[in-house]
């Protein structure tokens, strides 16, 4: 099955959840346009038009999987070139979103490639990127006005956009926790 950057299989917190987030992310995160807040399972992902023929075998691997509190407590980044940097939420309980992304695995092995990178599967939610000397400083500012979030992670999310520079992403099926 081939695979497409204009597509993604995601955990999407509730809307209620965006606001700080987005306040972050509207001052820091060059792609706040194209993406929703959001975790990668999968990416690059499936084509679209293929979503609905795979629904039936995304829920069987996904039936022994219950739903599960998410919390979204503190910051950590990843270091790119020299003094550039990604920061991100760190989503816990990890072991539970890795074994869900396992899960879809199963049906997508190909769609493998948010696990090549160093250190394997990484979840976590963007919030910006900074060129700066010390990204502990800036971890340390957005960590004292940080407000945990915590949600019920019920459902996963495939998401698609156009093939256009502008373009974002958006919902185009639901597909929930049976538990």
């Known amino acids: 099955m081939t695979k497409t950057v204009t597509s993604a299989a995601v955990i999407i917190p509730p809307e209620e959840k965006w606001e700080p987030i987005q306040q972050i992310r509207k001052k820091h995160d ?13 990416y690059p992902f499936i084509p679209k038009e ?10 069987h691997n996904l039936r022994e999987i219950d739903p599960f509190m998410l919390s979204l407590k503190e910051f950590n980044y990843f270091q790119h070139k020299y003094q550039t940097y990604t920061l991100w939420l760190d989503p816990t309980p990890r072991k539970k979103i890795s074994t869900l992304q396992r899960a879809l ?3 997508f092995p190909n769609c493998n490639d948010v ?3 160093r ?8 919030v910006g990127q900074f060129v700066t000397y010390n990204i502990n400083n800036v971890i340390e500012k957005l960590q004292k006005n940080w407000d945990p979030l915590e949600f019920l992670c019920e459902n996963i999310h495939l998401i698609s956009r156009k093939n256009t520079k502008d373009s974002s992403f958006h919902i185009v099926k639901t597909i929930p926790l049976p538990g």
């Open 105 to 107: 695995l199963k049906t």
């Open 115 to 117: 696990n090549r990178f």
């Open 50 to 59: 293929d979503y609905e023929n795979s629904v039936d075998q995304i829920k």
């Open 30 to 42: 060059k792609k706040i346009d194209r993406w929703m807040p959001h975790i990668n399972l999968l």
């Open 119 to 126: 250190g394997g599967f990484q979840p976590h939610l963007s």
